[in-house]
């Protein structure tokens, strides 16, 4: 009991305030979504709205770089959203892709420029 009074509490809190309730809302959202037809116009606009969202927070997080990134230069962000762009499209629209795609230049530019 003293370890986790001691060292592992925030951990733990982490977990109840952090993971459970979202593991709850996603449960819900998993069997709500059970009847649901892909190609609805409104799961078609749910997906539109999500992908928009995460356009806007990573153009944000591109030009207006917070705490570590903002030591990586404007120009390897750039690049970096680029290619994330092209293997978004490369790969039929896979949101996934685009995503890792973008990391992986990301930290491997700015790796290359710490050497």
């Known amino acids: 009991?003293?370890?986790?009074a001691g060292e592992l509490w925030p951990y733990l809190l982490l977990v109840l305030v952090g993971y459970l309730?979202?593991?709850?809302?996603?449960?819900?959202?998993?069997?709500?979504a059970r009847g649901l037809d892909e190609g609805s116009e409104w799961l078609v606009w749910v997906r539109a709205v999500?992908?928009?969202?995460?356009?806007?927070v990573i153009a944000k997080l591109t030009i207006f770089a917070p705490g570590a990134l903002a030591g990586v230069p404007l120009a390897l962000r750039l690049v970096a959203v680029g290619c994330?762009?092209?293997?978004?499209?490369a790969t039929r629209r896979s949101v996934?892709?685009?995503v890792l795609?973008?990391?992986?230049?990301?930290?491997?530019?700015?790796?290359l420029l710490s050497l």
């Open 21 to 32: 309730p979202n593991e709850i809302w996603r449960a819900l959202g998993f069997f709500a």
């Open 96 to 98: 996934f892709v685009g």
């Open 101 to 111: 795609t973008g990391e992986i230049v990301l930290i491997g530019g700015a790796y």
């Open 50 to 56: 999500a992908t928009a969202v995460l356009a806007a």
């Open 84 to 89: 994330g762009v092209a293997g978004f499209y």
């Open 1 to 4: 009991m003293n370890a986790l």
